[in-house]
């Protein structure tokens, strides 16, 4: 149950460029066809990779098996990043990796990172494994509405329902109106 009124001004956390990362999840060129609304996630994603670049926020990207899904959609990839960004393959669905993302944490450009800005695909697994696997670390984690979503457009809102549980935090607002 996502925290409420005063319960919730415990729990949220304000961010802070200064400790605040990006988190960029699978936005790959063989799913451009296959997940519902991509045109509309990576306006998202674009609109927070460019301000991530004017807060001086680290963007981490991941590749789900480059070999096979192709890099980071070209449109994305080429946008300005942070001197301490990173993009690596992965194998698994989260995007919390052993070692690499032990050291993103902690090695963000002022220091420890505490909060996570969370977009990419997919919403029901890559997406909510990554929150769940950062949660556990201690870290907030933003997930930011309009900028996720899966092959199958009914899988969205019930991934985001456990996310917003689970952190009482999400975004919404992003898209093109």
């Given amino acids: 149950m996502a925290a409420t009124g005063a319960s919730a001004a ?9 400790t605040t990362a990006l988190f960029l999840c699978d936005m790959q060129e063989r799913f451009v066809k296959a997940i519902h609304a991509f045109d509309a996630v990576h306006f998202s994603a674009s609109k927070l990779l460019r301000a991530s670049q004017l807060l001086a926020v ?4 991941t590749e789900q098996a480059p070999n096979s899904l192709g890099p980071t959609v070209p ?3 080429s946008l300005p990043r942070h001197p301490h960004s990173a993009t690596v393959p992965k194998t ?3 995007m919390v990796l052993p070692d690499t993302t032990e050291k993103w944490l902690a090695g963000g450009p002022n220091g420890e990172i505490k909060s996570v800005v969370l977009c ?3 919403a029901h697994v890559c997406v909510l494994q990554t929150t769940l696997d950062l949660l556990e670390q201690g870290v907030g984690v933003w997930v930011v509405a309009d900028g996720v979503s899966s092959c199958n ?3 969205v809102p ?3 329902a456990v996310s917003t549980g689970r952190t009482g935090h999400a975004m919404h607002g992003l898209r093109q109106r």
């Fill in 92 to 94: 698994r669905f989260s």
């Fill in 158 to 160: 019930i991934a985001l």
């Fill in 10 to 18: 415990r729990h949220l956390r304000r961010l802070d460029p200064s």
């Fill in 120 to 122: 990419g695909i997919e």
């Fill in 75 to 77: 449109s994305l990839a």
């Fill in 58 to 61: 680290p963007v981490y990207t």
């Fill in 153 to 155: 457009a009914a899988e």
